[in-house]
């Protein structure tokens, strides 16, 4: 007997995503986990692992007295998923736990204004559709007390106790203790492990699925490598036809025994499931080593567990690789610059090869400091015969300048008026012209004599005292 489920669906679906997310719970304050402590049983299988397929089921409705009933249902449950391809194909590696909450009222609820006192506080009846159960705790709040119970479990399923057929799906599936109800489940689970369309027409699900495509060639839609097995092509769908789904008897349109899961929904399902046997690999970056730290290795570890799946390890520090920078000597001029180094890697500059010291700029060595001028000024009186300057000057030398580096200039200062008349000085010689008609007497002037100096001699200045006598 094929009994469409369209209407059903498409208001579980509706209700699944919108319901969960904008329900109240109006103990929300309330923490489970410090208030009960529930025990956890293994019933199938024994992975407590990241690495390991677990479901978890929990309980509402069931009273304390009731948890035996809720056990063996519990196991009934898990044997109906393990039962149905393609969970049977994993057996091995599927774990089931369940968790034995304590409700102190029985059964469940009839509408969001007819609650019983359970746990969960599921209901029948959302939106007048009287096989939709929900709770009115949200799906945060249950897999919160999920993974506090079974902290690496990967799908969480509610089984009420209740023997009205109804269930839900989201990221909690909802089942009633109504064998039938446990189709709900599964076509559910379909949904939220594979994100698999129904094969049934919704309009607002449209969309490109694993098994559902707008593509109608047979070697082009999703499914193309598995048409002709089981059935499998591509059909339109009842209600839209520009939509195609790969099969006209799969559990995702239908609910029963007699409809198994397609092909096309089966892979996906043992893909996702597969996928939860392995780690949440996060990949740790390789951070390089530098010239004085040391780096690591790329490596892996577990995003949901923490195991370290490849261990990171220390690359050493490569050190310095330094170019040296010769002294470059100070000359009378210019400031030198003692040995340096910098380091080809990092940039650095260093006064010491090893990198102890690092500095910004090279180290000055300051300009040499000029040298005394060797010089030596000789003076000596000189006499001119008053005779001979009737008619012209005369000219004598009495300074002789000595050893001066540079440039030396002379120039008369001082003396009193009477000499500063008579006797006149060539700057660049020296020698002290006296004039024409000059009477006898004995004239003293003072001379500076100046040395300009060069790159490694200091300048020089000495002032004398020049005496010329006339007779
Ligand atoms: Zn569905
Ligand atoms: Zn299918
Ligand atoms: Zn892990
Ligand atoms: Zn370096």
């Given at each position: 007997m094929k009994k469409r489920i369209l209407t059903l669906f498409v208001i579980i679906s509706m209700f699944a995503t919108l319901m969960p997310a904008t329900a109240v719970y109006a103990e929300s304050d309330e923490s489970p986990e410090a208030t009960y402590q529930f025990e956890t049983k293994n019933i199938v299988g024994n992975g407590n692992g990241c690495e390991d397929i677990i479901f978890v089921i929990a309980g509402d409705g069931f009273t304390s007295s009731e948890q035996q009933l809720f056990e063996s249902k519990a196991e009934e449950l898990a044997d109906y998923i393990l039962d149905t391809e393609p969970f049977s194909d994993l057996k091995e590696n599927i774990s089931f736990y369940c968790i034995d909450v304590i409700s102190e009222e029985s059964g469940s609820g009839n509408g969001a204004n007819d609650l019983k006192n359970t746990f969960f506080k599921t209901y029948y009846n959302i939106g007048r559709i009287d096989r939709l159960i929900s709770s009115k705790k949200s799906f945060f709040e249950i897999k919160k007390l999920f993974s506090n119970y079974v902290p690496y479990y990967d799908y969480g399923l509610l089984l009420v106790n209740d023997t009205r057929y109804g269930g839900s799906g989201g990221s909690i599936s909802i089942a009633s203790i109504n064998s039938k109800s446990y189709e709900i489940m599964l076509h559910e689970m379909g949904h939220s492990i594979a994100n698999l369309a129904d094969e049934y027409w919704y309009a607002d699900a449209a969309y490109e699925h694993i098994n559902m495509t707008k593509e109608s060639d047979p070697e082009k839609v999703p499914w193309a490598d598995l048409i002709g097995e089981d059935g499998i092509g591509v059909y339109p769908y009842d209600g839209n036809s520009e939509w195609y789904r790969p099969s006209l008897n799969c559990k995702m349109e239908y609910l029963g025994k007699n409809h198994p899961f397609c092909a096309v929904c089966k892979r996906a399902i043992k893909k996702s499931l597969e996928s939860k046997m392995e780690h949440d690999l996060h990949t740790d970056k390789e951070v390089a080593p530098t010239c004085t730290a040391t780096g690591i290795t790329e490596g892996s570890h577990c995003d949901v567990c923490g195991k370290i799946i490849k261990a990171q390890e220390t690359i050493p520090a490569t050190g310095h690789s330094m170019t040296a920078h010769p002294e470059v000597p100070a000359t009378y001029t210019a400031n030198g610059t003692a040995l340096y180094w910098t380091c080809l890697n990092c940039g650095k500059m260093f006064s010491d090869e090893q990198g102890e010291n690092e500095i910004s700029d090279p180290v000055l060595i300051p300009k040499l400091a000029k040298k005394t001028q060797p010089v030596k000024v000789i003076t000596s009186t000189k006499s001119v015969k008053a005779k001979k300057l009737k008619k012209k000057a005369r000219t004598v030398k009495p300074l002789t300048v000595k050893g001066y580096k540079g440039t030396v200039s002379y120039k008369i200062t001082g003396g009193n008026a009477k000499a500063k008349k008579a006797l006149s000085i060539?700057?660049?010689?020296g020698k002290i012209t006296v004039k024409k008609k000059t009477a006898k007497g004995t004239y003293t002037v003072k001379v500076k004599v100046s040395v300009t100096g060069t790159d490694m001699y200091k300048t020089f200045s000495k002032t004398v005292s020049v005496t010329v006598k006339v007779k």
């Open positions: 060539n700057k660049k010689t």
